[in-house]
């Protein structure tokens, strides 16, 4: 393989890995899970306030599939199942702690840039989701 290919599948590799931390429900699984250390389905689906069955399903075996969590299944009736982070993705909530944080320090500075930008450009509907 050259050098040209294995730069190109380390690229595509990268950003499917950032797609994934992307998405509208992985983060927000990964931080409950960061928070409650293991849970079960009905908790995490508790702990993410707007997620449907079929997501967080979707969403915990594209984690399990990407080595952040881990699914542990209990030989019971009916079968108990729990889900808790790998340490791979125990070391991303470090990283997405340092993210949150930023955020909270920098919001009005955001807000701010947000409102001086909707003034020059009212004509624009990209209204803030909350």
């Not at 108990?80 to 320090?105: C, F, I």
């Amino acid at each position: 393989m050259s050098v040209t290919n294995t730069a190109v599948t380390t690229a595509c590799d990268v950003r499917e890995v950032l797609d994934r931390l992307g998405d509208r429900w992985s983060v927000p699984v990964l931080a409950e899970l960061g928070q409650g250390g293991v849970r079960r389905y009905r908790e995490l689906q508790r702990g993410v306030p707007g997620i449907s069955q079929r997501m967080l399903t979707l969403t915990l075996r594209r984690l399990e599939r990407d080595g952040l969590i881990d699914r542990t299944v209990y030989p019971t009736v009916p079968a108990q199942v729990e889900y808790g982070l790998t340490e791979t993705g125990r070391s991303l909530t470090l990283l997405l702690h340092a993210v949150a944080d930023w955020a909270a320090e920098h919001r009005e500075s955001v807000m701010s840039s947000r409102a001086r930008w909707h003034a020059d450009h009212p004509d624009t509907s990209d209204a803030p989701a909350c």
